[in-house]
């Protein structure tokens, strides 16, 4: 290994360090999200670390083909220490920015969302239902009003046909009907005996 790649080597790791610092603060930030999910946790924490180690590793593969050294290791913590020391504090006020930021423009583009697309198209679902609603209503008015209508006729006719029926045959259709009434009042109770026993 050349001396400019042992260089280029100690200065890409110096910045990974420096990069995993920025990282981890990060990550240290929104682990509130799911803190109270032991199992969630564990899995963000692994991949977290798995994902900077290979980030890490892929700078440096990119860099001296992957070989390790001691001074590597030393580089990257070099680069974290430095990251602490310097830049911490300033990252963090900056990733809240970013943070109040985003959640405000996430909140505009919620409400404009909501005003002009979310908000018209329940009002127009809302009207249609109304419509038909309304339409099938008069429909039921002018249907009931046809049938009422057409009964009064027939009505008419029975009634006359009724009045030249014999006495007899009158007196034979009293009975019919009261037998009927008495059938259709002995289901009642039955039902309702049924029901109440399953109760």
């Not at 110096?14 to 109270?36: C, E, N, P, S, V």
């Not at 590597?72 to 900056?94: D, I, N």
Request: aromatic share 18%.
């Amino acid at each position: 290994m050349t001396l400019s790649v042992q260089f280029l080597t100690m200065v890409s790791m110096i910045g990974g360090g420096f990069y995993l610092g920025m990282a981890l603060d990060t990550f240290r930030r929104f682990h509130k999200h799911w803190k109270q999910n032991v199992f969630l946790v564990y899995v963000m924490e692994v991949s977290f670390w798995l994902t900077q180690m290979f980030i890490l590793y892929f700078i440096l593969f990119q860099v001296n083909a992957g070989e390790l050294r001691l001074y590597v290791f030393a580089a990257c913590f070099l680069g974290f220490a430095a990251y602490q020391v310097f830049a911490a504090k300033l990252y963090k006020r900056v990733l809240e920015s970013l943070i109040i930021l985003v959640n405000k423009i996430y909140q505009v583009v919620r409400s404009l969302v909501n005003g002009l697309l979310i908000t018209p198209i329940k009002y127009i679902v809302k009207i249609i239902i109304a419509s038909v609603l309304f339409l099938f209503n008069m429909i039921m008015l002018v249907f009931g009003f046809i049938m009422k209508c057409l009964f009064i006729p027939i009505k008419w006719v029975l009634m006359k046909i009724y009045q030249l029926l014999p006495k007899k045959f009158k007196l034979f259709l009293h009975h019919l009907a009261g037998f009927y009434s008495k059938i259709q009042n002995i289901c009642r109770k039955g039902l309702r005996y049924i029901t109440s026993k399953r109760r």
